[in-house]
């Protein structure tokens, strides 16, 4: 029996909320017309001139104009509050830590879970110059000599002697 009164309580509210919305979209209808009626009033074009025809669709142009503007303006502001918004949303996840990208599980047994530890204490307690890359020295580095004490370079590359040196190497 309680399942019942729930039943037709329900049914109550769902009929109450259903009058509600055709009241409503019927208030709606009226209120446009009547603002619509407010603002812009009927036109009257019979008995009229063709320069008074001419005046009124230059007025009703003037008009259009002015609503164009109206509605440039607000589109305006609302797309520099949906990119503010868009900014501030942006900050409010930057001060929470970011967007954190969704984990993946990855299925591992347990032998591969404690192979993987393992290598990386290994690796971590492995000898670091192990790591690092090996350099080939060039044939001409291996060349060159040793200047040993610069003043005695330059003593002998002093002159026309050294001059020559030089130009001959």
């Known amino acids: 029996s309680l399942s019942v009164g729930k ?26 017309e009547s603002t619509l009626n407010e603002r812009v009033p009927p036109l009257k074009l019979s ?47 930057e001060l929470k830590g970011g967007k954190r990208p969704n984990l993946k599980r990855v299925k591992k047994s347990a032998d591969a879970m404690l192979g993987a530890l393992t290598e990386a204490k290994l690796s971590s307690k492995s000898d670091f110059k192990s790591n690092l890359k090996t350099v080939k020295k060039d044939k001409k580095e291996e060349e060159k000599v040793d200047p040993g004490d610069w003043r005695k370079n330059v003593e002998s590359m002093s002159g026309m002697e050294g001059r020559k040196k030089l130009f001959n190497s």
């Open 47 to 93: 008995g009229l001139s063709v320069q008074e025809l001419q005046e009124l669709c230059k007025e009703l142009h003037r008009k259009c104009d002015t609503v164009d503007e109206a509605r440039y303006d607000i589109e305006a502001k609302v797309l520099k509050n949906e990119k503010e918004l868009v900014d501030l949303n942006a900050k409010i996840n």
């Open 7 to 32: 039943r037709t309580k329900s049914q109550k509210l769902l009929k109450k909320a259903g009058v509600l919305l055709v009241q409503e979209q019927s208030n709606k209808v009226t209120e446009r």
